[in-house]
């Protein structure tokens, strides 16, 4: 009887020294081969191989151990697709606990407002831990995949902003979310359309809003720009305005806007056409976009660079001149 009380006390301290000792390894800090350690977490994936993971990513920790914590704490299937990243200090129970909430780590790309879908593709491809899933599809393809209706161009149809997004995501799903963004901006922006506005649709009003975005230096004169080339569509007089030739240019522009291209009729050289161009040429932001639709009540017809970011507004081509040859000219 002596033995067996013996065997259960030995019994129960060896237990005790099981629950200190995976006591003292919950609480402990992992040791890390790098400053900071990340792992990017599939849908589906087993807690074994979330585990062994960790441990190739640079975590130095058994595989097995790590495992077995998260099987006995019974939240391992709470475990919680997405990219993480740990640094010093976090023990096991900070590591499941991350895991377990979904506190992923981001990272973040920007769209510049004024900025062409060429420049925002770009911009997509060297974002960090982005997949690039759209780099082989064209423009057309691209939409498609989008759900946009057939023959609707890209261009100014994604909001500029800056999205966050899990290391891994697909850069498809940046794109989604930009595109609705916009979608979203535009019908709000179209709800609050001046009664006169000479624009038909949205669509004229994104238009618009790309030419405004790509024409104002200073955020304080962007309903004044947006005046004038309203004033100019209820005259049917050709917007003039260098940012359309220029994108209708495309790769040949050098940067260096000269008489003869002023005079090279395209579908977006608004000194030969009049009315807007076939699509925007830019993404315009939020202010650019109710700018188009209700602009500053204004006689003006004409405006021209001061230099200093402003632009000065003249209602007569003579008074425009004037402006140009003090302004442009330095006359």
Do not use: C
């Not at 960790?54 to 595989?63: E, I, N």
């Not at 976090?90 to 979904?102: C, D, E, F, W, Y």
């Not at 056409?273 to 699509?279: A, D, I, N, Q, V």
């Amino acid at each position: 009887m002596k033995f067996w009380r013996g065997f259960a006390v030995l019994l129960l301290l060896g237990a005790l020294g099981v629950v200190g000792g995976s006591a003292w390894w919950l609480n402990r800090p992992l040791d890390l081969e790098a400053a900071s350690v990340e792992v990017s977490i599939e849908p589906g994936t087993p807690p074994r191989e979330i585990a062994q993971a960790w441990v190739k990513a640079g975590t130095q920790a058994s595989p097995l151990l790590l495992y077995e914590w998260f099987r006995w704490s019974g939240q391992a299937r709470k475990i919680r697709a997405g990219s993480y990243e740990i640094g010093p200090g976090v023990t096991p129970i900070a590591l499941l606990s991350k895991m377990v909430r979904g506190d992923e780590t981001l990272a973040v790309v920007r769209l510049i407002e004024g900025w062409t879908f060429r420049q925002f593709r770009a911009e997509l491809v060297t974002a960090d831990a982005l997949k690039p899933t759209t780099a082989a599809m064209s423009d057309e393809q691209l939409m498609a995949a989008l759900g946009a209706p057939p023959g609707v161009s890209p261009e100014g149809r994604f909001h500029p902003d800056t999205y966050a997004y899990s290391k891994g995501s697909s850069d498809l799903a940046v794109l989604k979310r930009a595109y609705r963004a916009m979608q979203k901006r535009l019908d709000a922006a179209w709800q609050e359309r001046a009664p006169d506005t000479p624009l038909h649709s949205a669509d004229d009003a994104l238009v618009l809003a790309s030419i405004v975005e790509k024409e104002t230096g200073i955020g304080a004169d962007r309903g004044l720009v947006a005046g004038v080339f309203v004033n100019r569509l209820r005259l049917g007089m050709p917007l003039q305005t260098d940012p359309t030739v220029i994108y209708g240019l495309g790769a040949s522009f050098d940067g260096n806007l000269r008489k003869r291209d002023l005079l090279a009729d395209t579908p977006y050289n608004t000194y030969t056409r009049s009315g807007l161009p076939p699509t925007p040429i830019a993404m315009p932001g939020k202010a650019a976009l109710l700018a188009a639709v209700r602009p500053d009540q204004t006689k003006a017809l004409y405006f021209v660079a001061r230099g200093d970011g402003h632009s000065e507004f003249s209602e007569t081509l003579a008074q425009h001149n004037r402006a140009v040859n003090q302004y442009q000219r330095k006359k």
